[in-house]
């Protein structure tokens, strides 16, 4: 307990490795084929960039000041990302099964969705965890909200000296984006956990969510292709 009561030494997490993971996303959602969305696109775009730029605004370069309003805004971006992604997806799914449209560009559009799942579900876990990438760093580990997931870090301070050295309760180490976008692509590609444990109702349903779409995906994926070389 000591050792969670001492200051935090845990450096701000930088603003643009997730600014730039968004516009990716944004990007990947506009250049999906016509017949999967038309104007709507562009809705999700105009609304994700104003969300993001009163972010930006408060936290230009690192992570260091929080609002409510900041905090608000951080999960309605997210959600709007996940929320826009999976009704793409269930587009998606449907012109798969009719075997609708240009099979070589569903294919490609079969990979924008799962890139931008990946990035949208990570850029969740990374708002919701532990009551934010804000608080993660500047709130005492005792006040912190309950944590959504476990990381290897987090139980590593009893391994051998190098590997404990990096341990949350040795360095104070704390997750950052990287970490949340690496489990969202493991999870997405393994269809479970594998280094990185839910530990909530919410975490466990986000995560089996993501993993459900990504499955339904790659089943519809390799059925079209086989049909195609049929």
Avoid: C
Wanted: aromatic share 8%; charged share 15%.
């Amino acid at each position: 307990m000591a050792d969670d009561q001492r200051s935090r030494t845990a450096p701000a997490e930088h603003r643009w490795p997730v600014v730039i993971a968004v516009l990716i996303a944004l990007a990947l959602h506009l250049f999906l084929p016509s017949s999967l969305l038309e104007v709507q696109r562009y809705i999700v775009a105009v609304v994700v960039v104003a969300l993001l730029i009163p972010l930006i605004v408060l936290n230009p370069h690192r992570l260091v000041r929080q609002t409510r309003w900041s905090r608000n805004l951080e999960i309605v971006t997210a959600l709007v990302l996940v929320a826009a992604n999976q009704i793409t997806l269930v587009l998606l799914v449907f012109q798969l099964v009719e075997r609708a449209g240009d099979g070589t560009a569903l294919l490609v559009a079969s990979l924008q969705v799962w890139t931008t799942n990946v990035i949208a579900f990570a850029l969740l876990y990374w708002v919701i965890d532990r009551g934010g990438p804000v608080a993660r760093v500047h709130v005492p580990r005792e006040d912190l909200a309950h944590a959504d997931f476990r990381f290897p870090q987090d139980e590593d301070h009893d391994a051998v000296v190098e590997v404990a050295r990096g341990s949350s309760r040795t360095s104070d180490w704390v997750p950052s984006f990287v970490d949340y976008l690496y489990f969202s692509l493991s999870n997405s590609m393994a269809f479970s956990p594998t280094d990185t444990m839910p530990l909530t109702h919410r975490a466990k349903l986000l995560m089996g969510l993501e993993s459900f779409a990504g499955f339904i995906l790659l089943a519809l994926v390799i059925a079209r292709a086989v049909a195609q070389i049929g």
